[in-house]
């Protein structure tokens, strides 16, 4: 049986890489671009950078920076209104995942219509869509090279995962310059995240041999630098294996799956407005403890890849050294749990069942080694808190 494998068309890799943008969109043929961004990309004058780098090379492109940290539906009609006011022939997307995920999620409504939950898993998108080039600006979603996106349901609080080829940027600018100025809290969030990616990809039912190659190589990648970027943001080398890390980690995922750590996540975004990442990072030990022993061997492997177990190490010590690394990772880069977060107990407490139901229905905990049960996960939930 074959593996069906999607990658961006182009994938510009490396230091300086933004200053290609326009070689890139003449490669696909296209000029009148829409750059969809956040407030910080235009405070920090990297928007009009863009648009500089652009207009050097005769493409004029507007700039709509209205995106939200987590985006919703209400953000993503926002943008859609913008893109159908104008005659734009692609989307250029720069910031970190909201930006990237929006304008994806925007680039499939241009064409189809609809609203974005007429689109949510199980559903699997393969019709027309603008065009969508990716620049992340930090080093964790892959959502540049990720065939995904995710947009919270604005009236239901549903964090909607959706799928296809529709969703995937025809191009992929990675330039890890753009992360030196990332402050220490989002590197780590968006670096666990990236860990998160390549760890579940490995280990998901959906894993295949391409997308192994990735997530491992990921990995050492990620957990030799992300500490070394947490604590010096100036470090270059280690920014860029973290950038390089990261999209391999989002082909890797893309290309096999998610699993549990993030079906359970989402639903922590969206009703209490975790950061992706820093739910993930909250999330990784305790779920990782409960999926090994249904997956030793890949788990053990994940320890290997990392540097924390060597070859001749028994596979059930190198996952206990495994689950140590990940709380030991999460104490240095001071991932508070929900409760150290500030969230209300009470709330916790009553969410539990909805938060379970909404994981499930992602689909994401189906691709794990060990799949739960809605009690089960409610019960992990409970671990996460009491952590």
Known sequence: MST????????????GALAETAEVLGLLGLSRPLIVTDPMMVRFGLAERLQGELKRAGIAADVFSDTVPEPDSDAVDRAQ???????????VALGGGSPIDTAKAVAVLAKQGGRMRDHKAPAVNAGPALPVIGIPTTA???????RFTVVTDSETHEKMLCIGPSFLPVAA??????????????????????LTHAIEAYVSRRANPFSDTFALSAMRAIAGNLRRAYRDGGDRAAREALMFGATQAGIAFSNSSVALVHGMSRPIGAHFHVP??????????SVTAYSAPAATQRYADCARAMGIA???????????????????????LAVPGPR???????QWEALLPTMAAQALASGSPANNPLVPDADEIQELYARVWAA
């Open 140 to 146: 964790g979603t892959g959502s540049e090279a990720t």
């Open 310 to 332: 060597g070859a001749g190490l028994r596979d059930g010590d190198a996952v206990a050294a495994l689950l140590d690394e990940l709380r030991a990772l999460n104490a240095d």
């Open 81 to 91: 209104a913008a893109v159908l006011a104008g005659d734009y022939d692609s989307l």
């Open 173 to 194: 600018i990675v330039d890890y310059e753009l992360t030196l100025t990332c402050p220490p809290r989002l590197t780590a969030d968006t670096g666990v995240d990236a």
């Open 4 to 15: 069906a494998i999607a990658l961006p068309r182009i994938l510009r890799i490396g230091g």
């Open 276 to 285: 992706h990442g820093l739910s993930n990072a909250m999330l990784l030990p």
């Open 340 to 346: 150290a977060w500030g969230i209300d107990p009470a």
